[in-house]
């Protein structure tokens, strides 16, 4: 197998390229790059089993590798690196794609490239969440999909969501409930940059519907009460400001 690393820290690069020297011999590097738009060049005429990927690099989203590739030269596995252990990184391992925390550990990067091993192409699960993901600065709806069909829905328009074990319901202005197969923590990162935030484990609201912030409780412009997390009330004031 050969593999490629897109990463603009020159020690991580080294640390990687000697960790599959030792664990994997046998598997080839065929390069790094320290820029999406050039990695994606190589990949357009290079065909690689799987990536390093940087969440973060030279003022560039890792994951904004689907913005410059076909989804026909998606046929790679990615591992991704990142030195930063927030939310995001659950949204990855729900999709199988495997993530090394920086200072990349010895016992865990066997374990990654282990399951890339048993795993040689980017499911469409994952293809879908990454167009997702490099969409989330931006979007301003989204479209919910289940078995009675699909629904546009403007971002403004929804109230709250709120978890139902692998599900997620959508609460909207219009008293509508729409329920997809999704879980929360899905959207939790789809909905980053926006003015979604997420006071309790179960729940995502929409702070522009916030009607009043009590002690352990939000009470919302339709009258819902949701739960406020003991350590989430401070995070909400300073999200809110």
């Not at 390229?17 to 738009?37: N, Q």
């Not at 403007?154 to 329920?179: G, H, M, P, S, W």
């Not at 009590?214 to 819902?224: A, C, P, R, S, W």
Request: net charge negative; with cysteine; proline share 3%.
């Amino acid at each position: 197998m050969n593999y490629l690393i897109i990463e603009d820290e020159v020690n991580a690069v080294l640390v990687v390229k000697s960790y599959v020297e030792r664990f994997f011999p046998e598997m080839t590097c065929l390069g790094d790059f320290d820029k999406i738009s050039t990695a994606c060049e190589f990949l357009k005429e290079n065909k690689v089993d799987f990536i390093f990927l940087d969440v973060q690099l030279n003022g560039e989203i890792g994951i904004d590798i689907v913005k410059y590739l076909p989804k026909e030269k998606l046929t790679f596995e990615i591992i991704f690196t990142t030195a930063y252990s927030g939310f995001a990184l659950e949204a990855f391992a729900l999709c199988a794609i495997d993530y090394l925390l920086k200072p990349l550990k010895e016992d865990r990067f066997v374990e990654a490239i282990e399951r890339v091993i048993k795993k040689n192409k980017v499911s469409s699960e994952q293809l879908e969440l990454l167009q997702y993901l490099s969409k989330a600065e931006t979007i301003d709806k989204i479209i919910l999909k289940n078995s009675e069909g699909q629904y546009p829905i403007q971002l403004n328009e929804i109230v709250y969501l709120k978890a139902d074990n692998v599900y997620t319901e959508f609460y909207l202005l219009t008293k509508k409930r729409i329920v997809v197969s999704r879980p929360l923590k899905e959207y939790e990162l789809l909905l980053t940059n926006t003015q979604f935030f997420k006071p309790h484990r179960s729940y995502i609201i929409n702070t522009a519907q916030i009607a009043k912030i009590l002690v352990n409780e939000i009470e919302m412009k339709d009258q819902t009460m949701i739960p406020l997390a003991r350590d989430k009330k401070r995070e909400l004031e300073l999200f809110l400001k």
